[in-house]
């Protein structure tokens, strides 16, 4: 790990820790000598990182410390250009221009040092065999899901009979062909699972869901062991 990536992971190390983190539980972490740590420290005091704390007590991150944007390592670079492009290959038409804009806002301001890795990735999505058209946009269902709102649907079952229901939507899953709405279905008193091919039309209502979305992601958990 070189030096520059070895400061940034002491500073995430440090963030949202409420007790001090000893320099030997980051030495061990980090698998680097107890020296290089208390001469590291020394260099983010040195650069204004509010750090607080002694060797043989402990180190603090002082509270509301922000990092310098996109403090990126390689390896996370090539991450976010691998989700980039997945997300542009399968999203929907939304998150496909996010995703394309998300691309050129890092060009812009990643190191020099690391555009290259944006240029020529290592790592790229393969092609999805089929791509199946979705019938909605799916940017109001993602904005009901943030906001807590119900959702009224016109949906085809797998009979293909057409059926009015409300719904709870806690989050949508981008598979390798199709996107699906996972919510609470109030017509069958239970979590199902919407393709998102199939909704005819999906209507955000002023009711709010009654329960938090972390109980009914817990519920799809509990009933899906395995899926996540």
């Known amino acids: 790990m070189r030096r520059t990536e070895r400061l940034f992971a002491i500073i995430q190390r440090l963030r949202g820790r409420r007790r001090p983190v000893t320099a030997r539980a980051l030495a061990d972490e980090l698998e680097v000598s107890l020296r290089t740590i208390y001469r590291d420290v020394a260099e983010l005091v040195l650069q204004r990182v509010p750090i607080r704390g002694e060797a043989g007590t402990g180190y603090v991150l002082d509270p509301g410390y922000d990092l310098p944007p996109l403090m990126l390592t390689p390896d996370?670079?090539?991450?976010?250009?691998?989700?980039?492009?997945?997300?542009?290959?399968?999203?929907?038409?939304?998150?496909?221009?996010?995703?394309?804009?998300?691309?050129?806002?890092?060009?812009?301001?990643?190191?020099?040092?690391?555009?290259?890795?944006?240029?020529?990735?290592?790592?790229?999505?393969?092609?999805?065999?089929?791509?199946?058209?979705?019938?909605?946009?799916?940017?109001?269902?993602?904005?009901?899901?943030?906001?807590t709102r119900k959702l009224a649907l016109s949906y085809i079952d797998d009979a293909g009979r057409a059926t009015e229901r409300t719904v709870w939507p806690f989050f949508i899953a981008y598979t390798e062909d199709v996107r699906i709405v996972a919510a609470h279905c109030e017509l069958r008193c239970g979590i199902r699972h919407f393709r998102a091919d199939r909704i005819r039309s999906a209507r955000v209502l002023d009711a709010k869901v009654p329960e938090p979305l972390r109980t009914l992601r817990k519920r799809w958990r509990d009933e899906n062991p395995g899926r996540e």
């Open 76 to 147: 996370e670079v090539e991450a976010a250009m691998l989700g980039a492009a997945w997300v542009a290959q399968r999203g929907d038409a939304t998150l496909v221009r996010a995703a394309r804009s998300l691309t050129d806002k890092l060009r812009d301001v990643v190191p020099e040092s690391l555009r290259p890795l944006m240029l020529d990735a290592a790592s790229r999505p393969a092609r999805p065999r089929s791509n199946i058209a979705d019938t909605i946009d799916l940017a109001p269902v993602r904005h009901a899901i943030r906001d």
